[in-house]
């Protein structure tokens, strides 16, 4: 049954993540340079937060039209990534269900949920979209 697969079958494993003592500036980079809209932050190899264009876009309405130099200097002296991530995560272990990721993602306005190892690891992402390109490619 297709409610009984494991997320680590269907989650994204490239995460890209910042770890919490860098700069707000390195995740504006991160989101101008990828087709991505979540991005972790770690205290090792750990989640402990994370930060969305929306958490971004709430601190710089339009920062593609600013200069980037002008856009660095704002974010890395006026905010600290703790200032702006979501500590509030939704955290799955690899072994939980689609249906699992499926209800939450669904009776929530989350986007994102992580996934670790049995260690506490930070493996992967599972999205939205992730859930989406699943179901798509799965429909018969």
Do not use: C, W
Not at 2 to 24: A, C, F, P, Q, R
Not at 68 to 85: G, P
Not at 104 to 117: K, P
Request: charged share 25%; hydrophobic share 40%.
């Amino acid at each position: 049954m297709i409610g009984n697969i494991k997320i680590k079958e269907i989650m994204t494993t490239d995460v890209m993540s910042v770890h919490d003592s860098e700069n707000l500036s390195v995740v504006a980079k991160i989101f101008r340079e990828n087709p991505i809209h979540h991005v972790p932050v770690l205290k090792g190899k750990r989640p402990v937060g994370i930060i969305s264009t929306q958490d971004l876009f709430k601190l710089i309405f339009d920062f593609d039209s600013i200069d980037t130099r002008l856009l660095v200097t704002l974010l890395d002296h006026s905010y600290k990534i703790k200032d702006v991530m979501t500590d509030k995560l939704v955290i799955f272990e690899e072994e939980s269900t689609l249906k699992d990721a499926a209800k939450i993602l669904s009776d929530s306005s989350l986007h994102s949920i992580m996934v670790v190892n049995s260690k506490g690891d930070l493996t992967g992402i599972v999205t939205t979209t992730d859930l989406m390109r699943f179901l798509y490619k799965n429909i018969e």
